[in-house]
């Protein structure tokens, strides 16, 4: 199988295209190296990919249309798997363009590229950050999301609004999947779990908002992504539902589309999880308690009944397990020591995609400063 991956560099793109690559499959990832994070946390990632010859990086932005059509035409996908996007909720407070940019101009050229390419599935990523306000738990995909909390989660939705349309018009079976707050090793930065580990090491204080009164349903990155490698190949099929007994698909009446969450549906709540942090830290955190922030949901809690329904799994690792994981690989990371190739090949050289775009923050931003425990 061939799959066109886009935001292979990134945290979850790297850990899909590992999994992808390690049962045989190739890959092309696309990717733009955007610097708002460490580039070169992004660069160790590919180059990581590229030591296995099936695994082909392209830099670029989504922005360039021309250089996007013409890398996912020379892939010839079976699967396109859409995961490039300007992440992060609070981030799209202080830089609402980036998402406009990213997420609604970059998946808009992906979706006209998809339609000219006769694939498979397209599977697109989205967030739980779409369920905003929703009130009633536990999350199910047939629930309303009229109600963004940040321009992250209403540029997602818009994403899932476009990948809709696109299915319904140019009849490309669809699968828009909600992501709940993913951690592991080679995670991002700009997300609580890394800034909290980095902070405690220095002996710094963490900034604990909501009053640590939030709850997350923490999805481990392993569980994600074989979740997501099972879903592209339950293709969806217009006017053919699956049928089980806890819920209803979410399968559109009128395009092969669905909308699946991929979380195990048990949250934790902000201090139990610190707490574990400090436990296999050895340390205790120093926690500055503060207000909720804008944009904050109090709790996202999956229903995973359809990912089962449709796959026969669930994500499992509890947060002991895969904070444990995420401390093991961060020491490893601090210490230079963790084995990266060094593998000549293009995305190494600094790309001229970079170029393109002015940097949208700075490229180190303060540990202590905001953390993102919302979806992404
Ligand atoms: N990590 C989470 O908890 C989480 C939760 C919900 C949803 N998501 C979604 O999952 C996807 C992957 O997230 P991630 O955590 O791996 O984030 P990430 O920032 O680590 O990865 C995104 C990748 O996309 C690339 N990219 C961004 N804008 C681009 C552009 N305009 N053109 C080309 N490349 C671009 C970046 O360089 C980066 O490598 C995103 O769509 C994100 O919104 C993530």
Not at 123 to 142: L, Q, R
Not at 273 to 287: C, N
Request: charged content about 20%.
């Amino acid at each position: 199988m061939r799959y066109f991956v886009t935001g292979t560099a990134g945290f979850i793109g790297f850990h899909l295209a590992r999994l992808l690559l390690s049962r045989g499959a190739s890959v092309v990832g696309y990717d733009g190296l955007t610097p708002y994070y460490d580039v070169s946390l992004k660069e160790r990632r590919h180059a990581i990919l590229s030591e296995n010859p099936r695994f082909r990086p392209v830099i670029g932005l989504l922005e360039d249309a021309g250089r996007l059509r013409q890398a996912a035409g020379d892939a010839a996908p079976d699967v396109v798997i859409h995961l490039a996007a300007q992440a992060g909720v609070r981030y799209s407070l202080e830089n609402p363009r980036a998402y406009i940019d990213s997420n609604l101009i970059g998946s808009f050229n992906l979706l006209e590229v998809v339609r000219e390419l006769d694939v498979r599935h397209l599977i697109v990523a989205s967030t739980s950050s779409v369920y905003g306000a929703n009130a009633k738990i536990p999350f199910t995909e047939t629930d309303g999301t009229d109600e963004p909390m940040t321009l992250y989660a209403a540029s997602k939705k818009a994403v899932e609004a476009m990948a809709h349309a696109y299915s319904h018009l140019h009849d490309v079976p669809t699968t828009v999947v909600r992501f709940f707050t993913v951690y592991g090793p080679w995670g991002r930065p700009d997300m609580a779990l890394f800034k909290f580990v980095s902070a405690a090491l220095k002996g710094e204080a963490i900034d604990v908002y909501g009053e640590g009164r939030m709850e997350r349903d923490f999805t481990y990155v392993d569980d994600l992504v074989e979740a997501m490698v099972r879903l592209a190949d339950v293709v969806p099929v217009k006017g053919q539902p699956v049928v089980f007994d806890r819920g209803r698909d979410s399968l559109s009446p009128i395009a092969p589309f669905r909308i699946v969450n991929i979380g195990g549906g048990a949250p934790v709540g902000l201090l139990p999880f610190i707490d574990t942090i400090g436990r296999h830290l050895g340390v205790q955190l120093v926690r500055r308690m503060l207000p909720m922030q804008p944009g904050d949901v109090p709790r996202t809690f999956a229903s995973p009944d359809l990912l089962a329904a449709l796959t026969g799994y669930v994500p499992q690792t509890r947060v002991d397990t895969g904070v444990r994981a995420f401390i093991d690989w961060f020491r490893e990371y601090q210490s230079g020591s963790e084995p990266v190739a060094r593998s000549a090949n293009a995305s190494l050289r600094r790309p001229a995609a970079r170029s393109l775009r002015k940097p949208k923050a700075p490229v180190s931003r303060p540990v202590g400063a905001v953390a993102d425990i919302d979806a992404a």
